[in-house]
């Protein structure tokens, strides 16, 4: 119940989960969660926008911290404020998609409430996890994620496998069509 691949890139996760929560959505599935888009600052720096699969306002999850700063810019309050927007949408999901499993995760923040949550009501969780966060993701996890190629087709066989129903055509060869 607990979906999780890896990807040189995360632009490229976040195209495989977009790609993955239209399907789903498009097939009729209740989701829950969020995905990630980024937007070019003038500074060079780009701002993180987390956009809510029901359709709420998006949420910036980065915070300025000046031309010369080089530290991360991921703002713990907003991302808190995420996991309390996405957690009660629990309730009514068949699947929770989430950005990624990242630094605050690791950490022991994040998202982390919100997977535990959703393995708890029984809605499966699907998420991208760096390979720099793997140790601390297989730590939190232990034997219960089930790795996944980092396209698609892959992952939406891992849907269908979880009984969420999806025509034929969504599932194979059907991303992009």
């Given at each position: 119940m607990l979906a999780v691949f890896t990807t040189p890139e995360s632009a490229i996760a976040d195209d495989v989960l977009a790609r993955v929560a239209a399907t789903v959505?498009?097939?009729?599935?209740?989701?829950?969660?969020?995905?990630?888009?980024?937007?070019?600052?003038?500074?060079?720096r780009?701002?993180?926008?987390?956009?809510?699969?029901?359709?709420?306002?998006?949420?910036a999850i980065t915070q300025d911290l000046g031309a010369e700063a080089a530290g991360c810019s991921l703002d713990p309050s907003a991302l808190a404020i995420a996991a309390a927007r996405i957690t009660p949408q629990i309730a009514t999901a068949r699947l929770l998609i989430l950005n990624r499993f990242g630094r605050s995760e690791a950490e022991g923040g994040g998202f982390r409430s919100v997977i535990a949550a959703s393995l708890d009501a029984g809605v499966p969780v699907l998420t991208h996890v760096p390979d720099r966060y793997r140790p601390a993701f297989d730590d939190f996890a232990g034997d219960m994620a089930c790795w996944l190629p980092g396209d698609a087709d892959a992952v939406l066989h891992w849907v269908t496998a979880q009984g969420l129903a999806l025509p034929r055509s969504h599932v194979i060869g059907g991303i992009g069509a």
């Open positions: 959505m498009r097939a009729g599935v209740p989701v829950a969660g969020c995905l990630q888009d980024a937007q070019g600052a003038a500074s060079g780009s701002t993180r926008w987390l956009r809510f699969l029901d359709g709420s306002a998006p949420l």
